[in-house]
């Protein structure tokens, strides 16, 4: 299914509400924005771009588009690179990209942010670092995009505030029918709680918007996390792959009780060659990476088959504290090395993940293979039992080897759930490689979905699979979905097919 073409008069009302200088319709405006990392360019091929700038000039757009036919496919940067980057599910469908409106208001008094969608994590960084950073950002291992975005999205950081769509608090959003509303306390016009209470009076809808396609996001209010009087942690590294299940095992209960509050993240061997070296710099041989290579990239980054890092935030004393359960915890399961860090405040502050500083280099990977490379995710979510990840572990392991794919993998960790993200590297010049991705990412699906393992979060070609996969008493979820949906847009103007949820006008899918 392709949505129909866009008519030169619709490009022409698009034009005369944003200014001629924010259409792009040319085949190179429609190339930039595909997505990269697309196993079929023409699934997600867009008809063009419309950016506008203001409230008001979305609203404008969605009545043209709902007159005339026309699906659009909001993003706040289109960053989301492994998931579908700026390109939309319906190819055809007409990309409303809204990073121009970048406007920050910071409440410093209480720590949060109300943002608009073109607000990058290193534009909220600068923004805070001339403020003093008196408060850190949690930021995704790609921190190239929006903040609003990848919270849309339930992109993950690294910090306690690192389960970024648990953080929003208060939307405004442009509904199909050109409706704005702002949920929570921002309904209660004038409320100073707007960014402090997340559920105002009746429904909260904050959670609506994200994942789905029932509007069009144009504010979003997210907690920022005070600046830590020190940050403590350890990095640590396993020796066999049968490692994972304990380390789980120890790390759960103590993320449970709320001695860590960071969400740790257990990855795997190729984690730093995948972003430092090219896999025929370690072999030429074809089919997953054979033990040998495996124990020679091991050796070269001195790593294990699993690392892990755990980190503290917060006041010197109770992290002090609490590195000693963590050091005693950890003890017990014999690590091949444990590398203690420490920070106060006042000191140099190291780039990273875990200090909350913008960082682009995981996306390195997307190199490994050479050519046109890129990754795609594959996310299941598992209970955090150190039996069911070994497992998962070992039933996709294989079909990594079956399928002659370089594992790439980590469980990173919830309140109370593991994340399995897996990222499937790949190389859009290698034919033979290609032909595989489908077939794997289809049968590790099935394989999750036999254990009653669903995906947090797909790519634009497995969001109908998956939604499928959510199938409790015939799908209802997904009736529920599409009827909301066919009340809220019933001419299927936002996002047909996000996360699975086509409108009736536009029913039958992808194809
Ligand atoms: P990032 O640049 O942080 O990666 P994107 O702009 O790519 O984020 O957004 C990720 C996804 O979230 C998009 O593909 C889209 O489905 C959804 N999305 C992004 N921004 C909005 C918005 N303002 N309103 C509704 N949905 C959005």
């Not at 496919?73 to 190819?91: D, E, M, Q, T």
């Not at 970024?164 to 409320?191: K, P």
């Not at 257990?266 to 710099?281: E, F, H, K, P, S």
């Not at 794997?440 to 634009?460: C, M, N, S, V, W």
Request: aromatic residues 10%; proline residues 6%; hydrophobic residues 40%.
């Amino acid at each position: 299914m392709k949505a129909p073409p866009v008519a030169a008069a619709t490009i022409a009302a698009f034009a005369a509400i944003v200014g001629k200088d924010h259409v792009f319709f040319a085949p190179e405006d429609q190339a930039s924005y595909q997505d990269k990392f697309a196993i079929d360019d023409a699934r997600h091929h867009p008809a063009g771009a419309v950016a506008p700038a203001s409230v008001e000039e979305i609203q404008a757009i969605v009545r043209i588009a709902s007159e005339r036919g026309v699906a659009l496919w909001p993003i706040s940067r289109g960053k989301n690179l492994g998931y579908g980057g700026s390109a939309p599910l319906l190819a055809g469908s007409v990309v409303l990209d809204l990073s121009r409106m970048k406007k920050i208001d910071y409440d410093e008094a209480n720590g949060t942010v109300l943002l608009e969608p073109g607000v990058g994590f290193y534009d909220l960084y600068d923004f805070l670092k001339a403020k003093g950073m008196k408060h850190w950002l949690s930021v995704p291992g790609n921190s190239w995009g929006s903040v609003v975005g990848n919270a849309l999205d339930r992109g993950m950081g690294y910090t306690p505030y690192g389960e970024h769509a648990t953080r929003i608090c208060g939307i405004e959003a442009v509904m199909a029918d050109g409706l704005v509303v702002r949920t929570g306390m921002g309904a209660l016009d004038g409320a100073p709680t707007w960014q402090l209470y997340r559920f105002g009076f009746g429904p909260g809808w904050d959670q609506m918007f994200v994942q789905s396609n029932f509007g069009i996001v144009t504010k979003m209010g997210l907690w920022l996390m005070p600046a830590p009087e020190s940050l403590m942690g350890m990095d640590l590294e396993f020796d066999r792959p049968d490692d994972l299940g304990p380390l789980i095992d120890a790390i759960a209960p103590l993320r449970r009780e709320g001695l860590l509050q960071q969400s740790p993240t257990i990855g795997n061997w190729l984690r730093a060659a995948a972003v430092v070296t090219t896999r025929d710099q370690w072999t030429d041989r074809p089919g997953a990476l054979p033990d040998d290579v495996i124990a020679a990239i091991r050796k070269k980054f001195n790593v294990g088959w699993w690392g892990v890092s755990l980190r503290l935030y917060g006041r010197e004393t109770v992290n002090k504290a609490a590195y000693a359960i963590l050091e005693q915890e950890m003890g017990k399961l014999k690590p091949l090395s444990m590398r203690p860090t420490t920070w106060r405040t006042g000191e140099p502050l190291e780039a990273t993940g875990w200090t909350g500083t913008p960082l682009t280099m995981p996306m390195q990977n997307a190199n490994w293979h050479g050519g046109r490379g890129g990754h795609i995710g594959f996310s299941p979510i598992l209970p955090q039992s150190g039996a069911a990840a070994q497992a998962q572990f070992q039933r996709t392991y294989a079909r990594y080897r079956e399928y002659g794919m370089d594992y790439q993998a980590s469980f990173a960790f919830g309140e109370r759930h593991l994340i399995n993200v897996n990222a499937v590297l790949i190389n859009k010049d290698d034919a033979d490689l290609m032909g595989r991705v489908d077939p794997f990412l289809k049968h590790l699906i099935a394989d999750a979905k036999a254990q009653g393992y669903g995906e947090y979060r797909t790519h634009l070609d497995y969001m109908d699979a998956v939604a499928g996969t959510y199938d409790y008493n015939k799908g209802a979820l997904g009736q529920l979905n599409r009827k909301v949906k066919d009340a809220l847009d019933p001419r299927g103007v936002i996002a047909p097919g996000k996360s699975g949820i086509w409108p009736s006008n536009r029913a039958g899918g992808q194809g």
